[in-house]
């Protein structure tokens, strides 16, 4: 991939997408605004990738080849504007409060979430291959669609951080138990879609570097699956944490940890989290092995925020980190923006 810069929109939960997961005019505006203003690379509010599971409502869906065409109006667009855009692919399970009553929500244990209070069904062998098949299929109708790589979502408390997480993975079978066994869901399906799309499309992932929370994923479990990722052909690792839901006053939360992590691989690491201020994010960059930056938030209150940076004004973002944007409807922009 070239990028015209190392500023990465982080995939952000637009609420815009029709009820089947289609594309809307509104959702396109979204990243013509994003894409004409100067950010490098765009990845995509999430995308559920099995029909019946869609863990939060006017999420984008890549579960059916009738997403290919209905997406490249969006990839032509983006790429107008000498931008790339990756689209965020992800299984919810537990983590979610959206139409929980009609479906079944598979889990890689049967234990209660305790955000949602919801118990999953404990998925079997065979549902997990035929969950793997469905994020091999749908990174290929990604790359069919014009999308510039994909990125599988482990982060966050969704199913794939789930696995790796001993709270929720109480698993005594070859996907439960060491690290080893609960990354192996990620493993196989990293391997599944490089053999579906081949090796020139390129496979991101977003990661926790600790769940933050007792008896969740720790860091030391987290080097060790970036590592191997890294071994098995993972293209890039954006370094996140638990709690999304949580305000913090520092900037580059999950810095400490993804300066060790780039240290110790040798494909990019994209840091996520609090980043707001330019003179901040040079020192990183410069100092680090750390390759990429990426922002959610501070483009919801500042679309435009790449090019007031670029005309000179490099004050921080106008983001506060208030969170107001969870609770607004068609994530635009944030309350506050002008």
């Given at each position: ?25 509104e ?18 509010g ?14 984008m ?50 234990v ?28 290929l ?39 080893e066994?609960?990354?192996?869901i ?10 579906k ?20 994923l720790?860091y ?50 994209i ?68």
């Amino acid at each position: 991939m070239n990028l015209k810069n190392r500023i990465i929109r982080s995939a952000t939960w637009e609420q815009l997408a029709d009820e089947d997961g289609m594309p809307t005019k509104e959702l396109l505006n979204i990243y013509e605004d994003l894409s004409s203003k100067d950010v490098g690379t765009i990845i995509t509010g999430y995308a559920y990738v099995v029909k019946d599971e869609q863990p939060n409502p006017g999420m984008m869906g890549i579960y059916d080849d009738k997403f290919i065409e209905a997406y490249k109006p969006l990839t032509e667009l983006v790429h107008k504007n000498n931008c790339n855009i990756i689209m965020q692919i992800v299984y919810g399970g537990s983590s979610t409060r959206f139409n929980t009553k009609s479906r079944t929500i598979w889990g890689p244990s049967e234990v209660e979430n305790p955000s949602s209070k919801i118990t999953p069904k404990e998925i079997s062998k065979n549902e997990i291959k035929l969950l793997i098949n469905a994020f091999a299929d749908s990174s290929l109708r990604a790359k069919k669609s014009g999308f510039d790589g994909v990125q599988l979502h482990g982060a966050h408390g969704y199913l794939y951080s789930q696995f790796l997480s001993p709270f929720f993975n109480k698993r005594e079978d070859e996907y439960g138990g060491s690290i080893e066994n609960r990354a192996r869901i990620i493993f196989e399906t990293l391997e599944a879609i490089k053999d579906k799309v081949g090796e020139d499309f390129p496979v991101f992932i977003k990661i926790n570097s600790r769940d933050y929370f007792e008896g969740g994923l720790d860091y030391e479990d987290c080097l060790w699956v970036c590592k191997e990722l890294s071994l098995l052909g993972i293209d890039g690792i954006e370094i996140s944490g638990g709690g999304v839901d949580k305000t913090r006053d520092s900037e580059a939360y999950y810095l400490k940890e993804a300066i060790e992590i780039a240290k110790s691989i040798s494909v990019p690491v994209i840091l996520v989290g609090g980043n707001r201020t330019p003179s901040d994010m040079e020192k990183i960059l410069n100092n680090t092995k750390i390759s990429y930056l990426s922002m959610s938030k501070p483009f919801l209150r500042e679309y435009d925020l790449v090019s007031r940076w670029k005309s000179g004004n490099l004050e921080k973002s106008k983001c506060i980190t208030c969170n107001q944007c969870f609770k607004t409807e068609g994530h635009r922009y944030c309350i506050f923006a002008k």
